[in-house]
């Protein structure tokens, strides 16, 4: 069974960084898509990252230059390295799985909450 | 980047009548290579994670009612829910995976 649990979220002030970890189960984490998508309160899903199986990394234009996205094979464990944080950061940061043969998310882990404030 | 945008931001619907949510894409979100529009929907019950309902724009995931189903093609889609229950209030979205992935601005469904 594929599980992803997400952990690192907290209370950051801006300008900070935190770095979120997505720890994998079912499946290996180095042979298939993996993304970070994130929820401001009341707000709408938001895609931020993308590593692929073979390396290749892609951001959205509100993150990149500031978020990073990898992986440890060993550890089967996706990360997000958040750098120079805002308060628009302020949300629940999700890790997704993409599904068989497309970049559809047939998984997700429960989130974790990052707060941006002074 | 592809802009994806639904319509309406909400709806109020019957239980038991028919609630249908519009997603428009850009640009053409249809991958000719593989006959197969990158387009999929997902509901969002509060305090929840997004769970998938429909991918490449019609197939239904396993475990799905089918009184969801979907439609459509090249930048225009819809999200049916046939004979709406009380289990299907939440907000629904829609994502495009032609290039890179974008989310539409989401659709609460409610009862009326």
């Known amino acids: 069974e594929v599980q992803l649990v997400e952990s690192g979220g907290g209370l950051i002030q801006p300008g900070g960084s935190l770095r979120l970890s997505c720890a994998a189960s079912?499946?290996?984490?180095?042979?298939?898509?993996m993304n970070w998508v994130r929820q401001a309160p009341g707000k709408a899903l938001e895609w931020l990252s993308v590593i692929y199986s073979g390396g290749s990394t892609y951001y959205a234009d509100s993150v990149r230059s500031r978020f990073t996205i990898s992986r440890d094979n060993s550890k089967n464990t996706l990360y997000l390295q958040m750098n120079s944080l805002r308060d628009d950061d302020t949300a629940v940061y999700y890790c997704?799985?993409?599904?068989?043969?497309?970049?559809?998310?047939?998984?997700w882990g429960q989130g974790t909450l990052v707060t941006v404030s002074s | 980047d592809i802009v994806m945008t639904q319509s309406p931001d909400s709806l109020a619907v019957s239980l038991g009548d028919r609630a249908t949510i519009n997603c428009k894409s850009s640009?053409?979100?249809?991958?000719?290579?593989?006959?197969?529009?990158?387009l999929a929907w997902y509901q969002q019950k509060p305090g929840q994670p997004p769970r998938l309902l429909i991918y490449w724009a019609s197939t239904r995931e396993s475990g799905v009612p089918d009184r969801f189903s979907g439609s459509g093609s090249g930048t225009d889609f819809t999200l049916t829910i046939s004979s709406l229950q009380a289990e299907d209030v939440a907000v629904y979205y829609c994502q495009q995976h032609y290039t890179t992935r974008t989310f539409g601005q989401g659709t609460k469904v409610e009862i009326k």
């Open positions: 997704a799985k993409d599904g068989e043969k497309g970049g559809f998310f047939q998984h």
């Open positions: 079912g499946f290996t984490v180095s042979s298939d898509n």
């Open positions: 640009q053409t979100i249809f991958y000719s290579s593989i006959n197969k529009d990158c």
